[in-house]
Each structure stands twice: as structure tokens, then as C-alpha cells.
């Protein structure tokens, strides 16, 4: 149906230059789920024909749940559909969440957190994020990690960051099997005592070559009205 606005939608897109000029427009509002809608515009610029569809998601009603997906549920993967990952989490919309390594190790190359979870360390890219009140804020994130053993410490600038560079990189079950480098030793950690808790650790392996530890994401709850997105 034609639509004047949507919530948290414009009644129309007029951008600015160096954005062509749009001659004519249309809109097409529909509600999606509770908190949730989509408005389609079609726009005729003088540089042609464009269809844009925005999802309008109310953060602050408890009725939307807001969440994260990896393709394929790992950081390094081969790409996959927005429409994929929505089908297999049950979700109603799905957005691209940030900008990755595509074509390539499918790798995020931004901040990304799941369930609270840190998944992938940040980099100098600004990052969105929703607290739990519903706030919604464009910020930028530091990451820091340092390995202590009886012998000395190393220290961990990066978490889950891939392919992992020179130095000492955190790789979590979420980032899926490590790739084989030059000189690249892998220690395989277990929680030890009262676990990753209180930040204590035991050394099941040490692999200086491949086959490396296989690491794999656990299954997630699937969100029942949300988004879902690659890390786009």
C-alpha cells in the first residue's frame, strides 16, 4: 500500500549531492513484525531506475530481538546470502551488519559481539552498537589481551582477528580452522580449575604444524523477530 511515512522511515528519499537528482519517487510501507517494518522506495534519478528498502526496528520494544550471525557460523568461511542466514535463524529481516573479507577468508573486519560475547576484536572502524536499554550509538572500540604463564607473559593484541598476523592472536571456537603459516605455533587451551571464569587456563597441545586443532562455533538459540546479518 502507499505509504506518506513509516515509523523511523521518510516519506521519501532525497539525498545530496553528488547523489543524482531524483526527478520522481514512490513509497511502499509494510509492517513486517511488531517493531519491525520495511519500506520500499523506487526512485527515478538522471542517472536512472533504483529500488531502496529500508527496515524501520524499533529497539526499545520487547517484542524485537536484535542479534548477530557469522556465515556459516565461523569468522573464516566462504560467503553466504543474507537471505541464507535469515532462513536458517528463523529471522524476519536481515540487514548487512558490516564490511568483511570477501571473496577471500570471509573474515569480519570490524568489531562483533554475539549474545554479549566478544567474537571478533575491534579494528579502527566504527562500530554500532544497542546497549540493553535500546540506545543505539556509532563508537569506536580498543582490544587488549595479555597471556601470563610461570615463565613470562605475551601479550594479545588482537582476539579472533583473521588471518592472524605476526605476534600473538586469541583464536575462539568461532573462528573456525586456523590457517597454516610460516612459523606459526598453535596452543590448544582447555579451562583449568575454575575455568575461563577466573582466567585459568591448561595447555592440551602445542602444534607447530598442520593439521592444527580444529575449532567450531556452537549453535546458537535461533531469534524468533529480528535481524540477521553478515558482517558487511
Do not use: C
Request: charged share 15%; aromatic share 4%; glycine share 10%.
Amino acid at each position: 500500500m502507499p505509504a506518506t511515512a513509516s515509523a523511523g522511515a521518510p516519506a521519501a528519499l532525497v539525498p545530496a549531492p553528488p547523489f543524482p537528482a531524483v526527478l520522481a519517487s514512490s513509497a511502499q510501507h509494510e509492517a513486517v513484525a511488531p517493531g519491525i517494518s520495511r519500506t520500499t522506495y523506487r526512485l527515478k534519478t538522471a542517472a536512472g531506475p533504483l529500488v531502496v528498502s529500508v527496515i524501520s526496528v524499533n529497539p526499545k520494544d520487547p517484542r524485537v530481538h536484535l542479534s548477530t550471525v557469522l556465515a556459516h557460523d565461523t569468522i573464516l568461511s566462504a560467503d553466504e546470502a543474507v537471505s541464507s542466514m535469515a532462513r536458517r535463524t528463523h529471522a524476519v529481516a536481515g540487514i548487512n551488519g558490516d564490511y568483511f573479507d570477501i571473496n577471500a577468508s570471509g573474515a569480519p573486519l570490524g568489531v562483533l559481539v554475539h549474545d554479549g560475547a566478544l567474537v571478533r576484536s575491534p579494528s579502527a572502524r566504527v562500530a554500532l552498537t544497542i546497549a540493553d536499554d535500546g540506545t543505539v550509538r556509532f563508537e569506536r572500540f580498543a582490544f587488549a589481551g595479555t597471556l601470563s604463564a610461570d615463565r613470562g607473559s605475551i601479550r594479545s593484541p588482537r582476539s579472533t582477528s583473521g588471518p592472524p598476523q605476526a605476534g600473538a592472536t586469541l583464536l575462539t571456537p568461532a573462528f573456525g580452522l586456523p590457517p597454516a603459516a610460516p612459523g606459526m605455533t598453535v596452543l590448544s587451551l582447555s579451562p583449568f580449575g575454575a575455568g575461563a571464569a577466573a582466567g585459568r587456563f591448561r595447555i592440551d597441545a602445542v602444534v607447530s604444524a598442520p593439521p592444527f586443532p580444529a575449532l567450531g562455533m556452537r549453535n546458537r538459540p535461533a531469534p524468533r523477530h529480528g535481524r540477521a546479518g553478515r558482517h558487511r
